[in-house]
């Protein structure tokens, strides 16, 4: 899977984002229109507008934040791949990451003991267990 594909399954909808800026841009607004009629001397309007401003404001960034880290909860992360290399002759390990052009039974570089022409045994995707927290 490339990073394109992955960066699209983590993207917040551009709609989601479009209203709650717009929530915010609302609240943040009426925030504004408070402290005008604070000083027009209307208390009753500027404490409903200071309400509606304040409960706008941290809804929409409640909102953000909980869509924030739900996308990076939802992040996959792909496991490396490796290959492991086997010496037939002294039976010596080598295990690397994959390179383009690796396959099963290929010859590969000489051993690091006897000299002798290795061979890829193995292919696979190194899965590490992922610790619960609670």
Same mark, same amino acid.
């Given at each position: 899977?490339?990073?394109?594909?992955?960066?699209?399954?983590?993207?917040?909808?551009?709609?989601? =984002?479009?209203?709650? $800026?717009?929530?915010? !841009? =609302?609240?943040?607004? !009426?925030?504004?229109?408070?402290?005008?009629? $604070?000083?027009?001397?209307?208390?009753?309007? !500027?404490?409903?507008?200071?309400? *509606?401003?304040?409960?706008?404001?941290?809804?929409?960034?409640?909102?953000? $934040?909980?869509?924030?880290?739900?996308? =990076?909860?939802?992040?996959?992360?792909? %496991? %490396? *791949?490796?290959?492991?290399?086997?010496?037939?002759?002294?039976?010596?390990?080598?295990?690397?990451? $994959?390179?383009?052009?690796?396959?099963?039974?290929?010859?590969? /570089?000489?051993?690091?003991?006897?000299? /002798?022409?290795?061979?890829?045994?193995?292919?696979?995707? /190194?899965?590490?267990?992922?610790?619960?927290?609670?």
């Amino acid at each position: 899977m490339s990073k394109t594909q992955s960066n699209a399954t983590t993207r917040i909808s551009s709609f989601v =984002l479009l209203i709650i $800026f717009l929530t915010l !841009a =609302l609240s943040l607004t !009426a925030l504004i229109l408070a402290t005008t009629f $604070f000083g027009q001397g209307n208390e009753i309007i !500027a404490g409903y507008l200071l309400l *509606i401003g304040f409960i706008g404001v941290a809804l929409s960034t409640y909102v953000l $934040f909980q869509t924030r880290r739900r996308m =990076l909860r939802l992040r996959i992360e792909i %496991p %490396p *791949i490796v290959t492991t290399i086997e010496c037939r002759k002294c039976g010596f390990k080598s295990v690397r990451e $994959f390179q383009r052009g690796d396959y099963i039974f290929k010859e590969g /570089e000489p051993c690091q003991k006897c000299n /002798e022409k290795m061979l890829i045994t193995a292919i696979y995707r /190194e899965v590490k267990d992922k610790e619960k927290t609670a």
